[in-house]
Structures are given as structure tokens and as C-alpha cells.
């Protein structure tokens, strides 16, 4: 005979606790003959019996009494583990795992001691990546992700866009001159990044007005980091194009100065990528509006 097991165990403690059939029938709200027959199939299953039935009084039988230890035990830890659960979706607290893309890192980090001050109870790890398959493979908790996402059965909470901008030092821009139109760059140092496992580009593409216009140059120098165009670029290396949020810091200084700053570069999407969920924990949901205030 098939049983729901949880919940015959469950029956069975109860009764246990309210030391009478009928009681145990009122307190679960459920008809004596249901409960009568729960016990009897959970006996069956179990091979042998867990009540005295022919005294007036409810007594365990010696099997009984320890089976019972166990199954309150049993029953109090997935109680407990319970409301552990729900205290995750609803409060904010543990250990966050983290991925994050490298021209973000200077942006969250700058903001990151407000987060803790309004989530106490909560702990960070944080990695350096752009890969969405990080919530998997990695076991992270949430990704922020640069760059369209193909369909990978996560969730992509949209943040906001990155737009690039193309920068040099000062002294470099005063010895080399400043370019007015896309096609000068054949006339300058260009810093390339290029993933590790890609090409370099050595193609920019730009527009302005409706106008396009695609740059085509030489590069002496490849950046394979995220964001090592940055200091290469400030230390007068030459042009670089990183993200606008990257370079925030080395704009404001003075470091370095954006050119062409009438043509556009097409903007990359932000996204926190995160697994699909029934209840979003709060720790996750804590991130993300974090997040979108940080990266603007």
C-alpha cells in the first residue's frame, strides 16, 4: 500500500504529542478513520507496531517509543530548515557570491561600504568574471554581465548601458595631436583589448548624425586583462576605448581626456544574471538594486 511517508510520520508525532487518537484527529483536522488509516499503513510499511491499542490509555510500544525520538527529531530539524529558508528569501544575510565584469569593479568597489552598512548580516565573495555560465559552473549568486546574452535559461535583470569612449593622456594627446574624425586614428598608437581565447579587434566602429563610419588600423599594443588599456593609456601608450565607467576614475583626475567625443560608439547592455527561481533570495534582490544605482 502506497503512503504520503511525511506525512503519516507527521500523524504519527502528533498523535504521540496529543496522547489520544481523537485529539490528534481534532488538533491535524482530520477525520479519526483518515488518521486511523495513516498509522495503520505507516505500521505496514514499517514492519511493526507502534501502539498498544488495547488499553483505554495511548501507549507506545518499545519499537514505538524509539522510532518516535527519531521522527521528533527528524520533524524539528525540517522545521527548522524551514524557516531558514524562508529567512533567505526574506531576510538579507549569509554569504553572497558574486561575478563581476572587470570595467565594473572600480564602480561597485567605490559604493560597496554603503551596501555593507545597510546589510550588516551579510558577507561577500567576489570574482572577476563576464562568463553568464558563472551561476553555474561556479556556483555564483549573481553575475554583472557587459554584452548581449544568449539564451541560456538564466534570468537578466536589465541595469543599464556602457558606453565607450576613446581616451589618451594629455601628453600623449599634446605630442601626438588630437584626432577629429574616426579615420585619423590610422595616425596613432591604438591600445586594443581582445579576450584571451580571440582576436584582437582592430576595427572600431562609430557613428554620428546617422552618419558611419568604420576605423580600421595597426595596434602596437594588445591588452588581454578586461581593463589594462586604462593605465596603458594613462602612462601615454596611446589611444585606448575602454568603457566610460572603467576610465570614470582616471577622467575625473585628469589622467586622461576623451576625444572624438562627437562620434559615438554603439553602448553595451548591463545585466545582473542570475539563476531562475521561483523566490529570488533576498541577498540576490539586495545586490541587484545595489548594483543599479552603483553602475550608473
Same mark, same amino acid.
Given at each position: 500500500?502506497?503512503?504520503?511517508?511525511?506525512?503519516?510520520?507527521?500523524? #504519527?508525532?502528533?498523535?504521540?504529542?496529543?496522547?489520544? #487518537?481523537?485529539?490528534?484527529?481534532?488538533?491535524?483536522?482530520?477525520?479519526?478513520?483518515?488518521?486511523?488509516?495513516?498509522?495503520?499503513?505507516?505500521?505496514?510499511?514499517?514492519?511493526?507496531? &507502534? #501502539?498498544? !491499542?488495547?488499553?483505554?490509555?495511548?501507549?507506545?510500544?518499545?519499537? /514505538?517509543?524509539?522510532?518516535?525520538?527519531?521522527?521528533?527529531?527528524?520533524?524539528?530539524?525540517? @522545521?527548522?530548515? @524551514?524557516?531558514?529558508?524562508?529567512?533567505?528569501?526574506?531576510?538579507?544575510?549569509?554569504?553572497?557570491?558574486?561575478?563581476?565584469?572587470?570595467?565594473?569593479?572600480?564602480?561597485?568597489?567605490?559604493?560597496?561600504?554603503?551596501?555593507?552598512?545597510?546589510?550588516?548580516?551579510?558577507?561577500?565573495?567576489?570574482?572577476?568574471?563576464?562568463?553568464?555560465?558563472?551561476?553555474?559552473?561556479?556556483?555564483?549568486?549573481?553575475?554583472?554581465?557587459?554584452?548581449?546574452?544568449?539564451?541560456?535559461?538564466?534570468?537578466?535583470?536589465?541595469?543599464?548601458?556602457?558606453?565607450?569612449?576613446?581616451?589618451?593622456?594629455?601628453?600623449? &594627446?599634446?605630442?601626438?595631436?588630437?584626432?577629429?574624425?574616426?579615420?585619423?586614428?590610422?595616425?596613432?598608437?591604438?591600445?586594443?583589448?581582445?579576450?584571451?581565447?580571440?582576436?584582437?579587434?582592430?576595427?572600431? @566602429?562609430?557613428?554620428?548624425?546617422?552618419?558611419?563610419?568604420?576605423?580600421?588600423?595597426?595596434?602596437?599594443?594588445?591588452? !588581454?586583462?578586461?581593463?589594462?588599456?586604462? +593605465?596603458?593609456?594613462?602612462?601615454?601608450?596611446?589611444?585606448?576605448?575602454?568603457?566610460?565607467?572603467?576610465?570614470? /576614475?582616471?577622467?575625473?583626475?585628469?589622467?586622461?581626456?576623451?576625444?572624438?567625443?562627437?562620434?559615438?560608439? !554603439? +553602448?553595451?547592455?548591463?545585466?545582473?544574471?542570475?539563476?531562475?527561481? @521561483?523566490?529570488?533570495?533576498?541577498?540576490?534582490?539586495?545586490?541587484?538594486?545595489?548594483?543599479?544605482?552603483?553602475?550608473?
Amino acid at each position: 500500500m502506497a503512503i504520503d511517508k511525511l506525512r503519516a510520520i507527521t500523524y #504519527f508525532v502528533r498523535t504521540v504529542e496529543a496522547g489520544s #487518537f481523537a485529539a490528534a484527529a481534532r488538533a491535524l483536522g482530520v477525520a479519526p478513520s483518515a488518521l486511523s488509516k495513516a498509522l495503520t499503513a505507516l505500521e505496514e510499511d514499517l514492519g511493526f507496531t &507502534l #501502539f498498544i !491499542r488495547s488499553t483505554r490509555k495511548l501507549a507506545l510500544t518499545d519499537d /514505538g517509543g524509539v522510532y518516535h525520538a527519531s521522527c521528533r527529531d527528524a520533524l524539528q530539524k525540517l @522545521e527548522i530548515a @524551514e524557516v531558514a529558508g524562508r529567512r533567505g528569501v526574506t531576510a538579507v544575510g549569509g554569504t553572497l557570491r558574486v561575478g563581476i565584469h572587470p570595467a565594473l569593479r572600480v564602480a561597485v568597489f567605490g559604493e560597496l561600504h554603503r551596501f555593507f552598512a545597510n546589510h550588516p548580516d551579510l558577507r561577500l565573495e567576489i570574482s572577476t568574471t563576464n562568463a553568464p555560465s558563472s551561476v553555474l559552473n561556479l556556483g555564483l549568486d549573481v553575475v554583472l554581465h557587459i554584452g548581449r546574452l544568449e539564451d541560456s535559461g538564466l534570468v537578466a535583470h536589465p541595469l543599464g548601458w556602457a558606453d565607450l569612449v576613446v581616451c589618451g593622456s594629455p601628453t600623449y &594627446l599634446q605630442t601626438r595631436g588630437l584626432p577629429e574624425h574616426p579615420r585619423d586614428l590610422t595616425h596613432h598608437d591604438v591600445i586594443v583589448y581582445a579576450r584571451p581565447d580571440s582576436d584582437p579587434h582592430w576595427i572600431w @566602429e562609430f557613428s554620428r548624425g546617422g552618419i558611419s563610419h568604420t576605423a580600421t588600423f595597426k595596434s602596437r599594443l594588445v591588452v !588581454r586583462d578586461g581593463i589594462g588599456a586604462i +593605465p596603458a593609456a594613462v602612462h601615454h601608450c596611446g589611444l585606448a576605448r575602454p568603457y566610460a565607467i572603467a576610465a570614470r /576614475g582616471a577622467l575625473k583626475a585628469g589622467q586622461l581626456r576623451v576625444v572624438l567625443s562627437d562620434w559615438s560608439s !554603439r +553602448p553595451r547592455p548591463i545585466y545582473a544574471v542570475f539563476a531562475k527561481s @521561483e523566490h529570488v533570495p533576498a541577498k540576490v534582490r539586495a545586490f541587484i538594486d545595489f548594483a543599479s544605482r552603483a553602475v550608473l
